[in-house]
């Protein structure tokens, strides 16, 4: 949940240090008794809202609470978004004998799950005597990542686990925000 400022007649200091407007810099501060600063905000309109309640004397910024409160949630929301975009964790799978356009159609969802911001998982089950070539699989796996490159990076090369070959692709941050608009091609 977002922290609670102390606004108006809820702050309980004699004296602060009074911040006028929305900015961060400090060209505007002055220290004052709070009856008067309490009067000033009343006269512009606005709160007087606590920010920074431990320093000595306390500062406040004379500015709109229920603008403040909204910009405040609206920057929790983004930041509790972006991390939970990155705990998601997709699996795609694929086989050694799949068609071009089947593995076309994988190469789209794992491209498409990358730029939701998902990690991708792409793995390739062998079955029977399809173990006895994992150079197949090795290639198809390749080319996923390879078709990926231009968003995602490898976090995990293709390793080899009992009869499952799997590699592991992240979203390449850098890349990504540049990329989130465009359609990616995918070519035969």
Do not use: W
């Amino acid at each position: 949940m977002s922290k609670d400022f102390n606004v108006n007649e809820q702050i309980r200091s004699k004296e602060v240090r009074v911040i006028r407007g929305e900015s961060s810099d400090n060209s505007e501060s002055t220290v004052m008794e709070i009856r008067d600063a309490l009067i000033l905000a009343d006269d512009l309109g606005l709160d007087l809202v606590e920010v920074a309640p431990n320093q000595k004397p306390p500062v406040c910024r004379i500015l709109d609470y229920g603008k403040f409160k909204f910009i405040q949630n609206k920057k929790e929301k983004e930041s509790r978004k972006a991390t939970r975009n990155l705990s998601k964790q997709k699996e795609v799978r694929l086989s050694p004998v799949m068609s071009e356009n089947d593995i076309l159609t994988k190469i789209k969802k794992v491209n498409s799950f990358i730029l939701d911001g998902a990690k991708v998982r792409v793995f390739v089950r062998f079955k029977g005597r399809q173990r006895a070539h994992p150079e197949i699989a090795m290639k198809v796996l390749r080319r996923v990542a390879e078709s990926a490159s231009e968003i995602a990076k490898l976090e995990k090369p293709p390793t080899m686990d009992g009869r499952v070959l799997s590699v592991m692709l992240v979203p390449d941050l850098g890349k990504n925000n540049s990329t989130k608009n465009k359609q990616i091609n995918v070519t035969v």
